[in-house]
């Protein structure tokens, strides 16, 4: 037997160990190191190199000799990217402005884009970010929130053609500069109309459609200092069918901003009749007569400098736009209808495409036009959910991994003032949520419900939210029979104008025998069939007791992205997302439960060796476990032989002889 393959020595009074001195517990290596029981840290003379296979016991050497022979260590692996939250590549570093190829755009293509655009070339500085994709062809912009962030990217072809890069958000065109531009700050509708506003120094913004980016515009002019006028340009495009819309959007975006700030002044404007748009309106004044004059010529054959008409443009738009245009009436939520005939059917590719995309306010549940219905056993959380979305909800930014822009809302609640009183001292809730406390004393009938939810309404449009939440339904509809779909459609029905231009959201409860695919909700499966996203609060199937502070929230609905499935805990007095790679499997969840068990075990075995003081049997050690302890015999037995030799002594042959006896190590 070779040297390196003698068994360790243990230690003894005669040869106590070196590291900590003990007689037992610790052996030698025939290398010079020592295995030791009862240290984890390097001791004066001698160094730690890292525990044993069993992590009791650590493997020590001479700490002059570890220094002559250090251990190798790999080289660290290099730092990796920090992802970009909400960037094109979900987990990558790339950025929207990056994947612009701001690089791309040579001087020639800029000038083509300007021709293009019948602006001079210079006018598309005031459009930071812009670029050209190499391969697809075509011009990219930025379009940002109301803080300036760049959300997605835009695109324009050489055919007109106007797209979205994909996983982009619709935002605002926010040229360079607009907001240190005297005068009012106009409105007006896509990237072309701002930019040419902008090259004649007016205050312009874009929007991305004709009815897009109110939830930016809200907030954008709420930024905006005190007493300063926004106008909301329209668009002279009269459709065959009789339809406006971008005068109709116009007049919609000025009535939203006009609700949700009542003390500014808010103003819609036309082009000139005739003309289409806002740059339509500046190409128009920057015509032939202003080439002429550039291409004229002194007597000596020298070009006459002239001055840049557009700065000139742009005061006489400014003043035009001040004579014509008007005060925006309030409390007009809905588009006005198409001129068609009542009840006229219309061919399917007559109809308008979508003014953007689905207007979340928190998205993937809660959407402005939306009524959701939000269902969880009695005592599961869906208060404290919703709670805390109160809580997030005046400043907005990430809720349970998931956007939730800046709001307001009104909560119709079941709970005494008391406990909302509490709510609102331990999770900081401000004004920005108001509440209506009870406001039945018993059951309604359908005449109090609709009453109720006109008041509701009428309050709503003095002082707009972004949200109302109904909680919960069983204590404040009219319905009796929740089985009856009669009842339930003719209390829900009159949700739909209260969801006017805000998100509803309805709590339920889940009957017992609960369900899948969005029918767990109690009563009449109408109630689902006529909500628009179906959200369910559950505890996981692996839950243990009422400790558990995770939850599995679950969604179906009409609009592109719900999350089918979303784990979120309760972490520090805030719900926060579990990405699923990091939840354990519940076969890990058991695995670690049984090891944590078997190590308990281990430890009152020993434990009770040491207090006994005398040789044991099995038998005997079984039965002074504690209930809980006392694991399957033949795994208790696996347990002993295991640990035989380490924590303790095994004597007899288990047989003829006499059972197996074991004792605690002799120090």
């Not at 969840?589 to 430890?603: L, S, V």
């Not at 060796?609 to 049997?617: G, S, V, Y």
Request: hydrophobic share 35%.
């Amino acid at each position: 037997m070779t040297a390196a393959a003698a068994k360790p020595v243990p230690v003894s009074k005669k040869a106590p160990c070196p590291v900590c001195g003990g007689t037992h517990k610790c052996a030698f290596l025939a290398n010079g190191r020592v295995i030791c029981g009862r240290m984890k840290t390097s001791q004066p003379g001698w160094k730690c190199l890292g525990p044993c296979k069993d992590p009791q016991w650590h493997t020590f050497g001479p700490e002059l000799f570890e220094k002559r022979t250090p251990a190798y260590s790999p080289p660290p692996p290099p730092p990796k990217p920090v992802p970009v939250p909400n960037g094109p590549f979900p987990g990558t570093s790339i950025t929207w402005e990056e994947f612009a190829y701001p690089g791309e755009l040579t001087p020639a293509l800029r000038d083509e884009l300007a021709a293009l655009l019948g602006l001079p070339a210079d006018a598309l500085a005031r459009l930071a970010g812009l670029g050209y994709h190499p391969v697809h062809g075509c011009w990219q912009f930025p379009e940002r929130d109301a803080t300036g962030t760049v959300i997605g990217l835009a695109t324009r072809f050489r055919d007109g053609t106007k797209k979205c890069v994909s996983g982009s958000a619709r935002g605002l065109t926010l040229p360079v500069g607009w907001r240190d531009a005297p005068g009012p700050v106009f409105l007006v509708e896509g990237m072309s109309d701002a930019v040419a506003l902008a090259h004649c120094g007016l205050a312009a913004v874009g929007r991305p459609s004709n009815t897009g980016g109110i939830d930016h515009l809200i907030p954008l002019v709420g930024s905006l200092e005190p007493g300063r006028v926004v106008v909301v340009m329209g668009e002279n495009d009269e459709k065959p069918d009789g339809s406006w819309p971008g005068r109709d959007g116009a007049e919609f975006i000025a009535t939203r901003l006009s609700d949700a700030h009542p003390k500014r002044t808010i103003l819609k404007a036309l082009p000139p009749a005739g003309i289409k748009d806002a740059r339509a309106w500046v190409l128009s004044r920057a015509g032939t007569g202003n080439r002429d004059r550039d291409s004229q010529n002194s007597e000596d054959g020298s070009a006459i400098p002239t001055p840049n008409p557009y700065p000139s443009i742009g005061k006489d738009i400014a003043a035009a736009v001040g004579r014509a245009a008007t005060q925006v009436k309030t409390n007009a939520h809905a588009l006005p209808a198409p001129a068609r005939t009542k009840w006229s059917p219309v061919p399917i590719t007559a109809l308008a495409p979508a003014a953007g995309p689905t207007p979340w306010v928190w998205d993937g549940f809660l959407a402005r036009g939306s009524v959701t219905l939000l269902s969880a056993l009695p005592k599961c959380g869906k208060t404290t959910l919703v709670s805390h979305l109160l809580k997030t909800l005046p400043a907005g930014g990430d809720f349970c991994g998931r956007p939730l822009i800046p709001g307001s809302a009104v909560v119709v609640t079941e709970e005494s003032a008391e406990i909302w009183h509490e709510r609102q001292m331990r999770l900081g809730l401000t004004d920005a949520v108001r509440l209506v406390v009870r406001p039945f004393m018993g059951r309604p009938d359908e005449k109090d419900w609709t009453d109720f939810l006109r008041s509701l309404m009428a309050s709503l449009d003095a002082h707009p939210a972004d949200v109302v939440i109904l909680d919960t339904l069983a204590d404040l509809w009219p319905v009796r029979d929740e089985n009856s779909a009669t009842e339930m459609t003719a209390a829900m029905k009159p949700l739909r104008a209260l969801a006017d231009g805000r998100s509803v959201l309805a709590v339920h409860h889940l009957r017992k025998s609960d369900g899948a695919e969005g029918t767990g909700s109690r009563g009449s499966g109408a109630l689902a069939g006529f909500v628009d996203v179906i959200a369910e609060l559950r505890r996981p199937k692996q839950s243990q007791g009422g400790g558990e502070t995770r939850r599995v929230l679950s969604a179906v609905g009409r609009a592109p992205g719900i999350p089918s499935e979303w784990v979120i805990e309760l972490k520090d007095g805030a719900f926060v997302y579990e990405p699923p790679e990091q939840r354990p499997t519940p076969k890990e969840i058991r695995d670690e439960r049984e090891e944590e068990r078997i190590c308990q075990t281990r430890m009152a075995a020993l434990q009770i060796l040491t207090d006994e003081c005398r040789p044991m049997t099995r038998d005997e050690i079984w039965s002074q476990l504690p209930a809980n302890l006392q694991v399957h015999r033949e795994r208790f037995n696996g347990i002993m032989r295991a640990e035989s030799g380490k924590l303790w002594t095994q004597s007899g042959d288990g047989g003829r002889k006499g059972p197996f006896v074991y004792r605690p190590m002799a120090d």
